[in-house]
């Protein structure tokens, strides 16, 4: 059985064809694989075709679909600092916009594991208690949606260099207030000699 998908400009088309079983032996199919387009040329009447019911779900249709005419992430160098209670959930959110996809990513930064007392309130369950939840984020958001480019770093926000050259967006989700104040006086001094308007710093003051 194999599958053939056309996409042209009036629609997708997906088709089913299925081989007769006396056609579909190892010999034919890698000794005399050569002449196998021979072969199914000669049965074409043999072979059933089967239209099949499809959707597009690419990364350009999924993330455009319904912001069309709106500003998206895709393409964006996004950094996001804390996946916690809040950090983790707007990990996905970013990622369901579109960070990450075509040539963009998300990056995703917390040192912490995934402890039971944070179970009711996080992302993540049970399936990986124990686990870096920057890494543990990545594998979950990967798992649920296309292709994307999500780098986690378990470590601290300290071992990762920021910059306009760097980042489009970074966001400090770990309700620290300490550190948005230290991140966005680095913001501040990058837009100093940044003309384009660099967003440097997104502070989420929350205690959670």
């Known amino acids: 059985m194999a599958f053939l998908a056309i996409r042209a400009s009036n629609g997708l088309f997906l088709c089913r064809a299925s081989i007769p ?8 199919l890698q000794t005399r694989r050569g002449n196998l387009h021979r072969t199914l040329t000669r049965i074409g009447s043999k072979i059933s075709i089967e239209r099949v019911n499809s959707a597009p779900a690419d990364t350009d249709y999924i993330f455009d679909r319904y912001l069309q005419g709106s500003s998206t992430l895709p393409g964006k160098r996004i950094l996001l600092i804390g996946c916690g209670t809040i950090g983790s959930f707007l990990a996905q959110q970013l990622a369901q916009c579109g960070a990450g996809s075509r040539d963009g990513e998300l990056t995703l930064v917390d040192p912490d594991l995934l402890y039971p007392a944070n179970l009711g309130r996080h992302l993540l369950g049970a399936p ?11 594998e979950f958001i990967m798992e649920q949606l296309p292709p994307l480019n999500i780098r986690p770093v378990a470590n601290y926000a300290e071992s ?16 620290e207030e300490a550190l948005s104040i230290a991140l966005n006086h680095r913001g501040q001094l990058h837009r100093r000699f940044c003309s384009s308007g660099w967003k440097a ?3 989420w003051q929350s205690r959670f």
Request: aromatic residues 10%; glycine residues 6%; proline residues 5%.
């Open 21 to 28: 079983v006396a056609y579909r032996t190892k010999e034919l």
């Open 128 to 138: 990986f208690l124990y686990e870096n939840k920057a890494n543990a984020c990545a």
């Open 160 to 175: 990762v260099e920021i910059g306009p050259s760097l980042y489009d967006l970074v966001i400090d989700a770990t309700g």
């Open 201 to 203: 710093m997104v502070p």
